[in-house]
């Protein structure tokens, strides 16, 4: 079975991605606490959402430059 193809950040639409970032900054937050109790399996995995947020909003910060000229 021919796996289905993830839009990246730029063909996602502005709403699918507040969407993406809300989800992520609230699992950051949950991940974050939790790290601070006890050691994660992968702490790796908190650079890498932290990466992906920074990611969403430069992406949103320019469609909102470029709707603005």
């Avoid at 970032?21 to 609230?26: A, I, K, P, Y």
């Amino acid at each position: 079975m021919a796996k289905k193809k993830e839009l990246t950040i730029k063909e996602k639409d502005t709403a699918a991605l507040e969407d993406e970032l809300t989800v992520s900054q609230e699992r950051l937050h949950r991940l974050g606490f939790n790290h601070t109790i006890a050691a994660l399996e992968n702490p790796m995995e908190l650079r890498t959402l932290r990466r992906m947020i920074a990611k969403i909003k430069t992406e949103l910060r320019a469609r909102e430059i470029a709707a603005q000229q």
